[in-house]
């Protein structure tokens, strides 16, 4: 555990008066955002309380000075103090990352660009390659976390991080994946450790979206189609990204053994949804084995689609539109042999 240093209100900027608690921070200065994990004046010290694992973080001048310039782009009195206990709430979250070794990715946190805080509550931070976090900052006395409908969609969860009265400390209360309510009892949070096994469990997904920025997943091989010669199009025609990629599976069967390739095509229909296009070959064979199950599960758990091939199918596909952040599983099964694959747009 790391001693703390107190250091008078002073050394804090304008927004000190917004809230009745004297502040007291750390003496050390720091210039920038994220903190490195090294530096002696947090304190990660991470506590067993209440049966469930939580994380310290010390707001320091530079956290401060950090929400105190977002608060000023507020109009909004009222506005302008939820900004502020926002960024202190992501400025926490985000050095939890670091400590845990977690990239992060300012310049795609909505919260953390001089426009976007004006037009809600968001208190979002990109994990890269993984997707958007809400922050959600929880006052000391509260029993519950507040969940603005602007966050519900395009979130790949929810950590909720409690500040003290003095605004001097953030603790990492608790994760939960999903939400469609406004208000969730502390109680209902899951840990820390489900936040780290979903993080674990992103990574190992395939990123769709990544496809876009030529970055095809370990085990995939980008295919380059061919486009059959068709009539002149307008030098104008808009053009949707695409991008196809391929992977060799094959299903174990007693006594034969069925090798395929797994294609999948995805095109940008908008800024939030992409077309996805599976399909399954035969490889080394005229046919695929008769009943093979070609089967899309959705977050629930449940089956979203499934399609089986008949007698000499040489290809079985399915397509369907997806929006970014969705998770989904694929599942290429016969018999007991399954293939299973898991995605994330």
Same mark, same amino acid.
């Given at each position: +555990?790391?001693?703390?240093?107190?250091?008078?209100?002073?050394?804090?900027?304008?927004?000190?008066?917004?809230?009745?608690?004297?502040?007291?921070?750390? $003496?050390? $200065?720091?210039?920038?955002?994220?903190?490195?994990?090294?530096?002696?004046?947090?304190?990660?010290?991470?506590?067993? /309380?209440?049966?469930?694992? /939580?994380?310290?973080?010390?707001?320091?001048?530079?956290?401060?000075?950090?929400?105190?310039?977002?608060?000023?782009?507020?109009?909004?009195?009222?506005?302008?103090?939820?900004?502020?206990?926002?960024?202190?709430?992501?400025?926490? +979250?985000?050095?939890?990352?670091?400590? +845990?070794?977690?990239?992060?990715?300012?310049?795609?946190?909505?919260?953390?660009? $001089?426009?976007? $805080?004006?037009?809600?509550?968001?208190?979002?931070?990109?994990?890269?390659?993984?997707?958007?976090?809400?922050?959600?900052?929880?006052?000391?006395?509260?029993?519950?976390?507040?969940?603005?409908?602007?966050?519900?969609?395009?979130?790949?969860?929810?950590?909720?991080?409690?500040?003290?009265?003095?605004?001097?400390?953030? /603790?990492?209360?608790?994760?939960?994946?999903?939400?469609?309510?406004?208000?969730?009892?502390?109680?209902?949070?899951?840990?820390?450790?489900?936040?780290?096994?979903?993080?674990?469990?992103?990574?190992?997904?395939?990123?769709?979206?990544?496809?876009?920025?030529?970055?095809?997943?370990?085990?995939?091989?980008?295919?380059?189609?061919?486009?059959?010669?068709?009539?002149?199009?307008?030098?104008?025609?808009?053009?949707?990204?695409?991008?196809?990629?391929?992977?060799?599976?094959?299903?174990?069967?007693?006594?034969?053994?069925?090798?395929?390739?797994?294609?999948?095509?995805?095109?940008?229909?908008?800024?939030?949804?992409?077309?996805?296009?599976?399909?399954?070959?035969?490889?080394?064979?005229?046919?695929?084995?008769?009943?093979?199950?070609? +089967?899309?599960?959705?977050?629930?758990?449940?089956?979203?689609?499934?399609?089986?091939?008949?007698?000499?199918? /040489?290809?079985?596909?399915?397509?369907?539109?997806?929006?970014?952040?969705?998770?989904?599983?694929?599942?290429?099964?016969?018999?007991?042999?399954?293939?299973?694959?898991?995605?994330?747009?």
């Amino acid at each position: +555990m790391l001693l703390l240093l107190i250091a008078p209100c002073s050394l804090l900027p304008a927004p000190c008066s917004l809230f009745p608690a004297p502040y007291s921070v750390l $003496p050390t $200065p720091c210039s920038l955002f994220p903190v490195p994990c090294s530096l002696c004046y947090i304190n990660n010290t991470m506590n067993n /309380t209440q049966e469930k694992l /939580t994380f310290k973080v010390a707001l320091t001048p530079s956290a401060h000075r950090l929400a105190e310039k977002f608060r000023r782009q507020q109009s909004n009195p009222d506005q302008g103090k939820q900004v502020y206990l926002n960024t202190l709430a992501v400025y926490a +979250m985000n050095f939890y990352c670091q400590c +845990m070794g977690i990239d992060t990715d300012f310049s795609n946190s909505s919260s953390l660009t $001089p426009v976007i $805080p004006t037009l809600g509550d968001i208190a979002d931070l990109y994990l890269n390659n993984l997707g958007k976090l809400e922050c959600l900052p929880v006052l000391p006395q509260s029993q519950v976390i507040k969940i603005p409908p602007v966050v519900w969609e395009h979130r790949i969860g929810y950590m909720a991080v409690q500040l003290n009265e003095s605004l001097t400390e953030a /603790t990492l209360l608790g994760f939960i994946k999903t939400s469609k309510t406004q208000e969730l009892p502390l109680s209902e949070l899951g840990s820390l450790e489900d936040f780290l096994e979903r993080i674990e469990t992103l990574s190992q997904c395939v990123n769709l979206s990544q496809w876009f920025n030529q970055i095809c997943d370990k085990g995939w091989q980008r295919v380059k189609t061919q486009k059959s010669p068709s009539a002149p199009q307008p030098a104008f025609r808009f053009r949707r990204p695409r991008f196809t990629a391929a992977k060799s599976i094959t299903l174990e069967t007693k006594p034969v053994s069925y090798p395929m390739d797994l294609v999948v095509t995805v095109t940008q229909e908008s800024e939030q949804e992409i077309d996805i296009d599976i399909q399954v070959y035969a490889r080394g064979s005229d046919h695929l084995p008769l009943g093979l199950k070609l +089967m899309v599960i959705d977050e629930s758990g449940e089956i979203f689609s499934e399609v089986s091939a008949g007698i000499n199918d /040489t290809i079985i596909s399915n397509g369907f539109i997806g929006e970014r952040q969705e998770e989904f599983t694929l599942k290429v099964a016969l018999e007991e042999a399954i293939f299973t694959e898991y995605f994330v747009v």
